[in-house]
């Protein structure tokens, strides 16, 4: 039976389990939730590295085959480092998803709010260039909200309006589509689009999900 394993830096791998448990009910799944080292975005690549490593080898010991790396912020600085020192290992990211279906819906702008750490590495402007030379990516930072979400804050009227005034500076921009490039945001995916219904939102918690879906017909053994 697969057991799959949800390496997160808090609240952002729970919101992910929920979408893949409504769509893979008859797998076995564990969590890593480092919600005291909550939020990532804010650390150095070694302390990143460090603290994923940790959460993989929790996860391994509770017998997981496979592993989803929820944060944004591990994959845009670590998850290439964990695959090569563990290559017998099976552990998949976030942020290729995302950026597979942003080229596939976008028309040309694509915006993108995340962790400072994300924003900075320029993981998605690297994987947007290797799908499309037509396609934009005007990214921001939003370093407070994965902490507002940590402390039970994401209906509070400041943190809503903290969140608008980073999408409304990206409309300005000419964007037509959004990427939440930190699985936390997706407590904010209703938000969203009830407040700017034209705006596609790419959620990476349920782009994630999909994309496991396409990667299980792959390999129909692990799903044994």
Not at 184 to 196: A, D, N, Q, R
């Amino acid at each position: 039976m697969l057991k799959i394993g949800i390496l997160d830096s808090g609240m952002g791998g729970h919101y992910a389990l929920l979408d893949i448990k409504s769509h893979f009910p008859q797998y076995k799944y564990e969590t890593y939730l480092d919600h005291k080292n909550a939020p990532y975005g804010n650390k150095s690549g070694e302390e990143i590295y460090k603290l994923a490593e940790a959460g993989c080898l929790d996860l391994w010991k509770r017998d997981c085959n496979l592993i989803l790396i929820a944060c944004n912020t591990i994959c845009a600085e670590t998850l290439r480092h964990l695959q090569d020192t563990y290559p017998d290992k099976k552990i998949l990211g976030c942020i290729i998803p995302s950026v597979e279906i942003a080229v596939m819906i976008s028309h040309k702008n694509i915006g993108l709010i995340g962790t400072k750490f994300t924003v900075n590495s320029g993981k998605y402007e690297r994987e947007i260039a290797k799908l499309s030379d037509h396609h934009t990516l005007i990214a921001l930072e939003t370093p407070e909200l994965a902490g507002f979400i940590e402390a039970g804050m994401q209906e509070h009227k400041y943190t809503l309006e903290y969140l608008e005034r980073r999408i409304d500076s990206l409309i300005l921009q000419g964007i037509d589509s959004i990427i939440l490039a930190c699985t936390h945001y997706t407590v904010f995916y209703e938000h969203i689009s009830l407040k700017y219904p034209k705006i596609k939102i790419i959620d990476s918690a349920r782009t994630q999900t999909i994309k496991l879906g396409e990667y299980l017909i792959r390999h129909p053994e692990l799903g044994k």
